[in-house]
């Protein structure tokens, strides 16, 4: 048994977090402690790596059967689910999901049918956002972008305490474009994510390294040599955080958020991240109201915290997260 942070009692709630390689889930019982969290593998086609949506749902529905079996007395009213890509949450469609490979999938409905639950769905990156905002350290702001900066980068933008979601659209930040390259995995030129996302600074670094130097294992791998005097990767490293510079100041020119906070895996490189953002945003604005830049509060469950939450917005008859 674990708890979600600060989740609270409230409906008992199944909670889904799909990925690309695993799916992460819960059973959060009255009190708001999690039972049976776990990971299991996403179910994909072993020919295209493709994620079919009703192979997907029907693993969901064997967790739901293991969390009966193992958890009888809790019986719960509804089921969070969140999944990557373009959502529209209000139609419950999948969109479109590059690593998993739907289009205009009726992922909501195939949910409902499968799992016998009410179903609140939405994107991945919405559920751990809006849990920052409603547990976490967004939550004293009324105009805040969480921006989640990982593999990929994206977020929410919540104007007025609510979510602007634009039938699935807003908050791709990291498709803005910040540059002249590289070559994007959307095909465009430049995007804030072929830059500085977790996994383009291992990328570029590993491309441009010295013959003698080892591949990167992942972004704090880069930061680690950089700080060892490794010039190549003090390049890629001071690159990547004038493109994060260049991005924070256009979101603060054309939202004027009171604070920008950064979660995901480049979050946790602390000071070595916040203090030279901080300067070079600072630098780059001049009338503009300057955002508080800040680490997010809550870890890796964020996103099934969402899910919970959303489920049990669900379960009470109100809007399915959409905030």
Request: charged share 20%.
């Amino acid at each position: 048994m674990t708890r979600l942070p600060s989740l609270r009692a409230g409906e008992p709630v199944l909670a889904f977090d799909v990925g690309g390689t695993d799916i992460k889930s819960g059973l959060v019982d009255p009190s708001g402690a999690v039972l049976g969290l776990r990971r299991t593998a996403t179910p994909l086609d072993p020919d295209d790596g493709a994620g079919n949506p009703e192979r997907i749902v029907a693993r969901l529905a064997e967790l739901r059967d293991d969390y009966r079996r193992e958890f009888p007395e809790v019986r719960p009213t509804a089921a969070g689910l969140l999944v990557p890509g373009i959502v529209d949450p209000d139609r419950g469609i999948g969109v479109f999901s590059s690593n998993l490979g739907w289009h205009d999938a009726p992922i909501r409905d195939l949910a409902e049918q499968c799992l016998g639950l009410p179903v609140a769905f939405n994107h991945d990156i919405h559920g751990s956002s809006m849990a920052e905002y409603r547990l976490g350290s967004a939550g004293r702001f009324r105009d805040v972008v969480v921006m989640i900066i990982g593999t990929g980068i994206a977020g929410t933008i919540i104007v007025d305490g609510r979510a602007h979601l634009a039938q699935g659209y807003a908050g791709e930040f990291g498709h803005s474009p910040v540059a002249d390259g590289p070559v994007c995995a959307c095909g465009a030129v430049g995007c804030l994510e072929a830059v500085a996302s977790a996994g383009a600074i291992a990328r570029r670094y590993t491309a441009a390294r010295p013959t003698s130097a080892a591949p990167a294992s992942g972004a704090h791998d880069v930061l680690a040599r950089a700080q060892a005097g490794d010039p190549v990767a003090a390049e890629v490293w001071d690159s990547a955080v004038d493109a994060l510079a260049l991005s924070f100041t256009q979101v603060a020119a054309f939202l004027a958020p009171e604070a920008i906070i950064i979660a995901g895996g480049l979050s946790r490189a602390g000071d070595a991240l916040f203090a030279p953002l901080r300067e070079r945003v600072d630098r780059r604005l001049s009338y503009h109201r300057r955002p508080e830049i800040l680490p997010a509060e809550l870890g890796e469950d964020a996103g099934l915290a969402g899910a919970a939450l959303f489920a049990r917005a669900r379960a009470t008859a109100t809007d399915g997260g959409a905030a």
